[in-house]
């Protein structure tokens, strides 16, 4: 699973005012997700995650201890 770099996650695109988060990516490295995030199946995410509003996610994704999630998650 290829770990995603805070750098990366900022150029991911967005389509429909949603960033297109990819599946099977390690995103441990990224503290903070801007609202409307979607994530695709097989994501990993580290501890302390912090997660917007009307953040979407795939089927069988994983969080770490004390992971936040927005409103409408």
Known sequence: MKKITQQEFDAL???DGCKQ??????YSAIKRFPERCSFGAWCSF???CSFGERC???ERCRFGEGCGFGVRC
């Open 56 to 58: 979407s996610f795939g």
């Open 13 to 15: 695109p967005v389509v």
């Open 46 to 48: 580290g501890a302390w």
């Open 21 to 26: 988060c990819p599946g099977e990516t390690d």
